[in-house]
């Protein structure tokens, strides 16, 4: 279990320079005690695509990929995402669609195109690699669930006894939570570093630290209350990852126990335009100046007690310390109300290519509480890459 193995990410190798092609399929029912329609996070304003899945059946995002070396010196992945509307009409999206070298010298790799920051620990994993349903509460409301972008990234793989990675991006900030495409088309930046090594024969664990600056123009938001808001201004979140992870005898396909943490601190500073006319606090005032002072963890535990099966547990929970001229009335914004949620799984994987997977979460992003219950199918079909630590 060598940690610069297994910790480090590296691109996924195809036979000589046949691509690798997959499909993920994605389908879920869901129940809940509350309307998915109405879904916002007290104290925060959240992206446009953080909400849930509608109620009953549905097909979530299908996912194609392709990815192959492009030559002796550049590696190249592209993945879409395929969604349906409320309307019947399906949306096509490119998740990601980026080269990155291959033969660099001491450990150096340069990616560019469109692509996941890496970020924390669980911001790169695409969905169908998640351990539960959807994404922590802290990753909903600072992220959007998950931050991609156009840019380039550098990342340095330092040779040392110890996984040791520092990396820097540039992306175009034009995805939550930036926005606009600020300073000439690069309105966001990022710092990370990771670390991580072996204990023994059976366990192995990774620790990083992340930093992600961010400017908005015009971004769209949602409050708490459901109304459409603009932002203008800056975003700044630092971000603190562990991981740990054992496995019987270093055999992870007879039984594994992963634990793993994150605490996300975000400062905004900026205005914030309520466009819903029938919202009476913030709507009339052109711009509400705001300063946002906003944090949040999750931990979760996920153990494979059996070949194929695996039960997990995580706790997420959110404040706000929101503050503003004209923030002395109750609004969304200032809502005292602390965003907490617990869920439960257990997950039944045929192969490494098939898993159904069943839910339930008491969720209190809202004053209300909402009970969610979900029952969720992810097929892959094609050749697909292992994924990184």
């Known amino acids: 279990m060598g940690p610069c193995i297994a910790c480090a990410q590296s691109a996924v190798s195809s036979n000589a320079f046949n691509p690798a092609l997959s499909m993920i399929v994605d389908g879920k029912y869901a129940h809940y005690s509350l309307d998915p329609a109405h879904y916002g996070i007290a104290g925060f304003l959240i992206g446009d695509e953080t909400g849930l899945p509608p109620k009953g059946f549905s097909l979530g995002e299908t996912e194609l990929a392709a990815s192959a070396n492009v030559d002796d010196r550049y590696y190249g992945q592209v993945t879409l995402s395929l969604a349906t509307r409320d309307d019947g009409s399906t949306v096509v999206n490119i998740e990601e669609a980026f080269v990155q070298t291959t033969s660099l010298p001491d450990g150096i790799t340069l990616k560019a195109g469109r692509f996941f920051s890496d970020i924390g620990y669980l911001n790169s994993k695409h969905a169908h690699a ?18 991609g972008d156009d840019g380039v990234q550098a990342r340095w793989v330092i040779p040392a006894d110890l996984l040791v990675e520092v990396g820097a991006e540039a992306f175009r900030g034009t995805q939550f939570p930036a926005g606009g495409a600020a300073h000439g088309g690069v309105g966001s930046w990022s710092a990370f570093a990771h670390f991580g090594g072996d204990v023994g024969n059976t366990s192995s664990w990774r620790a990083g630290a992340s930093y992600l600056n961010t400017s908005a123009q015009a971004r769209e938001s949602t409050l708490a209350n459901g109304d459409a808001v603009v932002y203008n201004g800056t975003s700044k979140l630092w971000i603190a990852d562990f991981v740990w992870k054992w496995a019987d005898h270093g055999n992870p396909k007879t039984r594994n126990f992963v634990l793993q943490a994150e605490y996300l601190r975000r400062r905004e500073q900026g205005t914030v ?19 946002g002072a906003q944090q949040g963890f999750y931990a979760q535990a996920t153990y494979q007690f059996m070949p ?10 959110l404040t706000a310390a929101n503050q503003g001229p004209t923030l002395g009335v109750p609004t969304p914004l200032n809502d005292t109300h602390d ?3 617990v869920t439960a799984m257990v997950d ?11 839910q339930a979460a008491r969720d209190e992003s809202r004053s209300q509480p909402d009970t969610q219950l979900t029952l969720q199918y992810v097929m892959s079909i094609g050749a697909h890459g292992a994924h990184q630590f």
Not at 273 to 291: C, E, H, I, M, N
Not at 308 to 317: E, K, L, T
């Open 130 to 147: 998640w351990d539960f349903i959807d994404q922590p509460l802290a990753y909903k409301a600072m992220l959007g669930s998950q931050y």
């Open 339 to 341: 965003p907490s949620r």
């Open 308 to 317: 194929r099966w695996r039960v997990g547990a995580r706790y997420d929970h």
């Open 348 to 358: 039944f994987s045929n192969s490494e290519f098939s898993r159904v997977r069943l």
């Open 273 to 291: 335009q309520d466009t819903t006319l029938d919202y009476s606090v913030l709507a009339f005032v052109p711009d509400v100046g705001y300063s």
